[in-house]
């Protein structure tokens, strides 16, 4: 069974910092890029962040450039975003997903490219 697994989500103050981790189960993890989305009330799901395991190429949302780190710890089926200096406008669920295209400093693909999803991990940043 095809799973991932959000986790560290939670309630932080604005300039705080969390680690969200997305846990890969039931493909071949090496195959997929694997990339971070949010969606905050009444908005559209955007992409954040994506990252090919491949060739390490990445890819973030001008909004949070320079704030997030995205990684992958392959032995681990697991992929990291690190956020940092988080503002108000962070706030979302934010979801990973397997699967889309090669990420570019340009984009990261559409949502329908991508296979399998989590279920999301609530972010929620006060002022």
């Known amino acids: 069974e095809v799973q991932l697994v959000e986790s560290g989500g939670g309630l932080v103050q604005a300039g705080g910092s969390l680690r969200l981790s997305c846990l890969a189960s039931g493909f071949t993890f090496d195959d997929y890029n694997i990339g971070w989305f949010r969606q905050a009330p009444g908005k559209e799901r955007e992409g954040v962040s994506c990252?090919?395991?491949?060739?390490?190429?990445?890819y973030y949302v001008d909004s949070v450039k320079g704030r997030f780190s995205i990684s992958s710890d392959n032995a681990k089926s697991t992929v990291y975003l690190q956020m940092n200096s988080l503002k108000v406008e962070d706030t979302a669920v934010y979801y990973c997903?397997?699967?889309?295209?090669?990420?570019?400093?340009?984009?990261?693909?559409?949502?329908?490219?991508?296979?399998?999803w989590g279920q999301g991990t609530q972010v929620t940043v006060s002022s």
């Open positions: 997903a397997a699967g889309g295209p090669l990420p570019t400093t340009q984009g990261m693909g559409f949502m329908d490219e991508f296979d399998y």
């Open positions: 990252i090919s395991k491949s060739d390490g190429s990445t």
